[in-house]
């Protein structure tokens, strides 16, 4: 895969934030009960699922926030990250 084709941080991090989304109302939750039973703010939540930590800067949550949300929206970690990462080389 070429340098061009892979995301961006900003692309990548909007993508998680999507299946967030996805994940929390399938199981019919408020964003305010995902973010009590992962022990986050509803607001620190809400960035989640708009893939960003600040207007204009791309999600970078400490690994144990991470696992926290993605155990309560039933999701898998190693499948939430899997595919082309950017910046990653073909090579690693």
């Known amino acids: 895969m070429t340098q061009e084709q892979r995301p961006t941080w900003e692309a990548f991090a909007r ?52 696992v926290a949300v993605c155990q309560v929206l039933g999701l898998s970690v190693s499948e939430l990250l899997a595919g082309p990462l950017p910046g990653q080389d073909d090579d690693a």
């Open 15 to 66: 993508a998680m934030g999507e299946e967030f989304l996805r994940a929390r109302t399938a199981m019919g939750a408020s964003q305010e009960r995902v973010a009590h039973l992962a022990g986050v703010s509803t607001y620190t939540y809400q960035k989640f699922e708009k893939g960003e930590s600040r207007p204009g800067t791309p999600l970078n949550p400490q690994l144990r926030t991470l």
